[in-house]
T-cell receptor
């Protein structure tokens, strides 16, 4: 079965709102997590990553939070724009060596103007 | 740099036919991967390779084969196509398992 999953399959927000996309993982040994964005008809694009020795990492308009106690990962997008509309996936290491990633099912973010 | 290049972009196969999905990267990445993505689903790992001459099975390897004779190329072979293999296939590469660079995908339909 899947070890990585997302709480909600869809999320609808208004332009300018902040968006929070959640992900739960089950492998407590996972030490590397990545968020990807996939637009329709395209391959996934790297957004931001975080290692297990951190609980927060910020990028441009995006923040990833990691709660190892409850095995929860979230992606926060500030001032969401229509161009942020896409499917968002979280992914974790398949093993401690970090040789490959296992992906969750994804959350579809829809941003309306 | 072209990044990760996949060919073909689209293909229709008849049941029982075989084909090879091509993947090439020009970033000198040592790790390469094949994933499949079914409609509305996440990506499932088929095979991966941590370097030339080394390949390993992922979550869903049955019905597929791979080879890695060079650092740049990682072809995926379907020997006897089945309708269950209808999917979008993504190739990706990374440097030592870090952030991936994905190709644009191959949409395969088996009829």
């Amino acid at each position: 079965g899947e070890s990585v999953g997302l709480h909600l399959p869809t999320l609808s927000v208004q332009e300018g709102d902040n968006s929070i996309i959640n992900c739960a993982y089950s492998n407590s040994a996972s030490d590397y997590f990545i968020w990807y964005k996939q637009e329709s008809g395209k391959g996934p694009q790297f957004i931001i990553d975080i290692r297990s020795n951190m609980d927060k990492r910020q990028g441009q308009r995006v923040t990833v939070l990691l709660n190892k106690t409850v095995k929860h990962l979230s992606l926060q997008i500030a001032a969401t724009q229509p161009g942020d509309s896409a499917v968002y996936f979280c992914a974790e290491n398949i093993d401690q060596a970090g040789t490959a990633l296992i992906f969750g099912k994804g959350t579809t973010l829809s941003v309306s103007s | 740099n072209a990044g990760v290049t996949q060919t073909p972009k689209f293909r229709i196969l008849k049941i029982g036919q075989s084909m090879t999905l091509q993947c090439a990267q020009d970033m000198n990445h040592n790790y390469m991967y094949w994933y499949r993505q079914d409609p509305g689903m996440g990506l499932k790992l088929i095979y991966y390779s941590v370097g030339a001459g080394i390949t390993d099975k992922g979550e869903v390897p049955n019905g597929y084969n791979v080879s890695r004779s060079t650092t740049e190329d990682f072809p995926l072979r379907l020997e006897l196509a089945a309708p269950s293999q209808t999917s979008v296939y993504f190739c990706a590469s990374s440097f030592r398992g870090g952030g991936y660079t994905f190709g644009s995908g191959t949409r395969l339909t088996v009829v």
